[in-house]
């Protein structure tokens, strides 16, 4: 396949995965944005250059993980290798359960696809199955790619994903903690079998939960409920499980976001003058949405379009 572009721009949306009982399958885009520019060069320079959330921190070579994915995707597809400069603008916060190192890998993918003389020879399918390959898992890839919330599987012919209606009086917050934890050390910690009651509990919570998500957000309180992965993560997230446990307590539907420590809660508008004053008194109040604990609550809108990638110059 030839190359029909050499300069794109890619923006790419936070996911939180999971939704309480949708382990690995459901998730939900968050207008909170990653960017970045790919400009192919003639020699085999890969240079990096990173502003914001990871700076410093990321490799700035062939090791970056968005150029590993435009990489191999651009091999996947049978173009030829150049080398490349990277300029990110990453909005999203690393570690913390809202699907940055997918927003990554998806950004790569679809910079590679913008890059082909042909980008409809990569299809939506087959960029999921690369972001499958390289994350383990579909759930954040799904809703970075497609936007809105999706319910992704993983069936005989790969992995594939359906978008979920979203009644649009569902919002969500986002209460992130300073602390970061890596996915692979939350993943670590979860059993080889769970009972066959938590199973059975945890699979009629995530068939309500489309329903719930769809035009019954007084569902979402029983339908977030989980027995697969939140209780067992407790162990290294306490402060997550704390703050889940009492916001729960008081009604409201939240669940760790991904892998943690991020909290989400879905809830109504009618409902955030509670959700916020119940957050006034168990985090303390702060400037610029900061909090004593050093938790920041951000109100994200639900992104509906995904990642978009766009062409620059002749
Ligand atoms: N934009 C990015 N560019 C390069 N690497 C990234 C980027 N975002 C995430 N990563 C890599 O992924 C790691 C975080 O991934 P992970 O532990 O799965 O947490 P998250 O919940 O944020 O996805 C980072 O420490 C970094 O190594
Ligand atoms: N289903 C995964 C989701 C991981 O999401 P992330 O945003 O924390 O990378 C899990 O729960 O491990």
């Not at 729960?248 to 809830?267: D, F, H, I, N, Q």
Request: glycine share 12%; proline share 6%.
């Amino acid at each position: 396949m030839r190359l029909g572009a050499d300069h794109v721009l890619v923006r790419v949306p936070a996911t939180s995965a999971n939704l309480g009982p949708g382990f690995d399958a459901m998730g939900l885009a968050l207008g909170l944005h990653d960017e970045i520019e790919v400009q192919l060069v003639a020699s085999d320079d890969v240079r990096v250059e990173v502003v914001g959330e990871g700076a410093g921190e990321v490799p700035d070579g062939a090791e970056h993980l968005v150029v590993r994915a435009l990489q191999h995707t651009l091999e996947a597809a049978g173009a030829p290798l150049t080398g490349v400069h990277l300029r990110c603008t990453n909005r999203i916060p690393h570690g913390r359960g809202l699907g940055s190192s997918a927003a990554a890998v998806v950004s790569g993918i679809v910079a590679a696809r913008g890059l082909l003389a042909d980008p409809h020879a990569l299809d939506a399918r087959a960029m999921l199955s690369i972001a499958t390959a390289f994350e383990g898992h579909p759930d954040n890839a799904a809703p970075a790619l497609q936007g809105g919330a999706t319910l992704a599987w993983s069936g005989a012919d790969g992995p594939r994903a359906v978008s979920l209606e979203v009644d649009p009086r569902i919002r969500a917050t986002v209460l992130v903690p300073e602390a970061r934890l890596a996915t692979s050390r939350a993943r670590g910690v979860l059993p080889q079998q769970v009972p066959h009651a938590d199973a059975a509990f945890t699979a009629g919570r995530a068939a309500l939960l489309v329903e719930a998500l769809a035009r019954r957000p007084e569902l979402l309180l029983d339908a977030t409920e989980d027995r697969l992965h939140q209780d067992y993560r407790a162990e290294v997230m306490a402060s997550t499980t704390e703050l889940v446990r009492a916001l729960r307590a008081e009604g409201l539907a939240a669940t760790v976001s991904g892998a943690g420590p991020t909290v989400l809660v879905l809830a109504t508008a009618e409902q955030e003058p509670a959700l916020d004053a119940l957050l006034g008194e168990l985090l303390g109040g702060g400037r610029d949405g900061a909090t004593d604990g050093g938790w920041k609550v951000g109100r994200p809108a639900i992104d509906a379009t995904g990642a978009t990638c766009r062409s620059v110059g002749p």
